[in-house]
């Protein structure tokens, strides 16, 4: 999705309204907002030797402790991860993705989302140990993609049967993407762990691959069977994964099984969907049946204490389910909470003592009895779990430990968003306490419709430009074309046309065009932004939209205002009749897409 990118170049955008003709008034333009949402061969017959420490000891000849992994999350060291493999399969793992369109097309509530990676084999040091043959892959779902810093994880015995490191078997490094502080998702679990909520548990690593220095990543405990039995006394329950996942009976399918395989028959999550659809005078003691009813409202108000906006219940993502085989009963794990401590620019004006997007919370809070329960135990965490200073002094804390850390040209950003975070923290409970004290607020009074994407329209544009302009401001002056939008039933009437075309200033290896028609009466601009591997430019070739590779967008952009998408062109073609990458070389063609929206 090029969307940072496409920010970055429509900054000049914004001041073109004095450079380009204002025809006559046309209708006024009404665009769709987006929607929220941050290998190579196995070597399985290789073996190795398997250190037989821990991952850390306390001194020559000491006893492995009851929990080895005890030592790998101890918040007050910093993991060193050293990662070899070969040179081209670096470049594979890092490339490897998913964009919105593989999310939210047709179809997305079908089934779980496939994983886009693949396993590589790799020499991996923790700390002084290192092991062979280990395998290594890219993870992510969306928000914290990336192919210069990707998170990782690290899976010791994926290629060699039984192989440890001191008895943990897998790491998980997450890039920190969406919180340069790197501190949001430790804090998050601290929160989580105060209120009584199984988290994981987390702390910092600094990671190279093939030498090079990737910084500090968040080294996160795993939601597996050693965490299981660490929270539940027991590991052999059925447990999912969510990812844009809830408890409605057209979205089910999309909760990934993670254990036990094959899938338990009736279906596990059944009797949960039947208990939210029983009438309100029996709602609670249904629920109570299937899923531990305390344990939500403890997982349902950290959630919002730490401002988990992409979690389950604001955004029914980023959680596990698991059913302990002691009583029956479904409890919730958070994940994915590097997006937190901080009021996420589509939340500015909501409340802060309550999300309530995913089924159970929203069915719940449009209760009165669920609605009461849930105020008093977000007033008791409030009181008890949220603890401002702690978590104040825990950030002055990290911040000393992780500077020295953070690449000296990345300190000042560094610096902002810790200093962002210690705000939050001092201003929430006030927020909160506010909101609260007024009796509370109005929730959600519907729940959000499928996500998937629908086809709305279509877009045609022609271009010529050159190539190396893609940076000039005013890309008026830099190319032509023509360009027809029709979204929802509705043509937009544009007008003047311009283009411009080069490397990508993100992404080597990618070029990108961009294409801009202005909109009469002050309503800004239509832009379509086109983003392909340079490998496939040749003169001629018509290139078909994938969504992914080759990914195009359709965004409107106001004077003084940010770029709002309108859709995606994941469907159609690119092609290209005249094309040179040096620069001045002429870039001739066109794009026909239609136009997917949410």
């Known amino acids: 999705m090029p969307y940072r990118a496409a920010r970055f170049i429509l900054a000049a955008l914004l001041t073109l309204g004095a450079c380009a003709q204002d025809p006559a008034t046309g209708p006024a333009l009404v665009p769709l907002d987006a929607a929220d949402f941050d290998g190579g061969p196995r070597d399985d017959g290789a073996s190795t030797e398997v250190a037989s420490s821990d991952v850390a000891s306390e001194g020559d000849g000491a006893a492995a402790p009851a929990d080895p992994a005890a030592a790998l999350y101890a918040r007050d060291r910093i993991v060193q991860v050293a990662i070899e493999l070969a040179p081209a399969a670096w470049d594979t793992l890092r490339a490897q993705g998913r964009t919105l369109f593989d999310i939210l097309g047709p179809g997305c509530l079908d089934a779980p989302q496939a994983s886009p990676f693949t396993w590589f084999s790799a020499t991996v040091t923790v700390d002084g140990q290192t092991l062979t043959h280990v395998g290594v892959r890219k993870k992510g779902f969306l928000g914290s993609l990336d192919e210069q810093r990707p998170s990782l994880k690290i899976e010791f015995d994926e290629l060699v049967e039984g192989q440890k490191l001191g008895g943990v078997e897998r790491l998980t490094l997450n890039n920190g993407r969406q919180d340069p502080s790197r501190l949001a998702t430790c804090l998050s679990y601290d929160v989580f762990a105060a209120a009584g909520v199984p988290a994981p548990r987390c702390n910092f690593a600094r990671v190279t691959v093939n030498g090079t220095d990737l910084g500090v990543y968040v080294n996160v405990e795993p939601v597996k069977k050693p965490l299981l039995r660490r929270h539940f006394g027991e590991d052999d329950g059925v447990l999912y994964e969510g990812a844009l996942s809830d408890f409605r009976p057209e979205w089910r399918h999309t909760f990934d099984l993670k254990q036990p395989k094959p899938a338990p028959s009736p279906p596990p999550l059944d009797p949960l969907l039947e208990a939210l659809a029983a009438p309100d005078e029996e709602l609670l003691g249904a629920l ?253 070739a018509e290139i078909p939209l994938d969504g992914t590779a080759i990914q195009a967008v359709l965004m409107h952009v106001l004077p003084g205002q940010e770029p709002k998408l309108v859709g995606l062109c994941a469907t159609g073609s690119l092609s290209l009749s005249q094309v040179g990458l040096g620069d001045g070389d002429p870039i001739v063609g066109a794009l026909d897409s239609p136009v997917w929206t949410f």
């Open 288 to 540: 109570d049946a299937v899923l531990d009813l305390d344990a939500f409202l403890s997982f349902w108000a950290a959630e919002v204490l730490v401002g988990h906006w992409d979690g389950y219940a604001g955004n029914a993502n980023n959680f596990y389910v698991y059913r302990a085989t002691s009583d029956g009963r479904w409890r919730f794990l958070p994940w994915g909470a590097d997006a937190t401590f901080v009021t996420h620019e589509d939340r500015l004006d909501a409340p802060a003592s309550v999300m309530a997007t995913g089924a159970v919370a929203h069915r719940l809070y449009q209760h009165p009895e669920g609605r009461a329960l849930y105020l008093a135990r977000l007033e008791a965490l409030l009181e008890t779990a949220w603890r401002p200073d702690e978590r104040v002094a825990e950030i002055d804390r990290l911040e000393a430990e992780l500077v020295a850390h953070v690449p000296a040209d990345r300190r000042a950003e560094f610096a902002v968003a810790v200093a962002a975070r210690r705000a939050w923290v001092l201003a929430q409970q006030g927020r909160v306490r506010a909101e609260l004290d007024a009796g509370g607020v109005a929730g959600p009074a519907s729940l959000r419709p499928a996500i998937c994407m629908q086809e709305a329209g279509e877009v045609a544009v022609t271009f010529e430009t050159t190539w190396g302009t893609a940076l000039v401001d005013n890309l008026f002056t830099t190319g032509s074309g023509s360009m027809s939008v029709a979204v929802a039933g509705q043509s937009w009437p544009v007008a003047m046309v311009g283009a411009k075309a080069g490397p990508h200033p993100d992404k080597p290896g990618v070029g990108l065009i961009a294409v801009a028609g202005q909109l009469p009466g002050g309503n800004g601009f239509a832009f379509v932004w086109v983003e392909f591997p340079l490998a496939a430019v040749a003169p001629g």
